[in-house]
Structure formats: C-alpha cells, structure tokens
C-alpha cells in the first residue's frame, strides 16, 4: 500500500526532468533574431499550391534535393506608404531560379494592370526576391550493381521556379510582411 508520504517522494524525484522540460519548452517558444530582423517587417513561408506549373518528372533511380530557401530577407514595407496604414496587401510573383540557386527573374502577377501604389509593393518584392538565394535543385541517378549495393552515377543541377504570395499588413501598430511560397520545384 503506497502512502502519501511515498507518493511526494516519487513526484520529488521526476521535478528536475519536469523543470528541465517546462524550460526546453519556453526556450523553443522564444523566437531568435535572425541577421534579417529588422523593427519594420517579418517574413515567414508556408506551401502554396498553384495548378499552372509543371513538375520535373523523375525516372526510376532518380531522386531530388535542394530547390529549398538558403538566403531569404524579408521584404520591407515601402516606406512612402507607412504613413497610410493601407489595408492588406497581396503580390504573386514566380521566383525563376538558375541551376548555381540565384534567383534569375521575378514574374509578378497583374504588374502591368497594377496602379501607382501596388507598383510600390512590387517593386518592394522584386528588390528583395532578387537576394533571395537557393540550395540548388540537383537529380541525381542511383543504380545498384551486383552485390545489390546502391551508389550514385550521376548527378546535375537544374533550373526551378517557385512560387510565392507575399503580404503586407499591419498588426500590433507595425507593418509586417509575409511570404507564403510553394513547395514543389517545377522546370
């Protein structure tokens, strides 16, 4: 029979892995300031699925990696604007990315329609996008030999686009800006 006095023993003993614990947790929920923070603007992504753009297609014994963000400042709220405290703003733009991961072009829906102070929202995308960098996309070809052993025989870089939803808005007095990207790598 286990007594209340055992009972506060054995919750003695695990307290130092629950305070271990409570404080791994509070120090994943603090977020670090990365060397792109800035007072005006914060960027974050997450997939984005658009139908129009085809896919690499891989053959058997073909596998790709990379074609993920390396280098991503965020964008700045244009700063003629900041006064106006305008409601959200949306720009859709393809990131066209060269075989090295440097972005190449930025393909920017409806620039050509888009009036005086939208162009000011592009703009801000296209300045900031065209730092962006990217583990290049690389397919590599796997075969196996006799012993059933796999190694790679070959392997080459390619081109990608993505694309991404950037938004501009405020929240708590400041204006921020978020991108939203794709997570397929299309030719």
């Not at 050509?112 to 960098?133: G, H, Y």
């Amino acid at each position: 029979m286990r007594t209340a006095h055992a009972d506060f023993r054995v919750l003695c003993r695990g307290w130092p892995m629950g305070l271990a614990a409570a404080m791994l947790a509070a120090c994943a929920c603090v977020p670090a300031a990365g060397p792109h923070a800035t007072t005006e603007s914060d960027t974050s992504y997450r997939a984005v699925a658009k139908g129009d753009l085809k896919h690499y297609e891989l053959a058997l014994g073909e596998v790709s990696t990379g074609a993920v963000p390396a280098e991503h400042p965020a964008p700045a709220y244009p700063p003629s604007l900041l006064g106006q405290r305008l409601p959200p703003q949306e720009v859709e733009a393809r990131l066209v990315v060269d075989e090295q991961g440097r972005v190449s072009e930025v393909r920017i829906e409806d620039e050509a329609q888009a009036d005086a102070r939208t162009r000011l929202f592009d703009e801000a995308v296209r300045a900031t996008a065209m730092q962006w960098t990217f583990e290049p996309l690389r397919i590599s070809q796997w075969a196996a030999d006799a012993d059933g052993n796999t190694h790679e025989v070959g392997s080459q870089t390619r081109p990608f686009s993505l694309d991404y939803v950037f938004r501009f808005a405020w929240r708590d007095g400041r204006p921020v800006a978020d991108a939203s990207a794709s997570g397929r790598a299309t030719p």
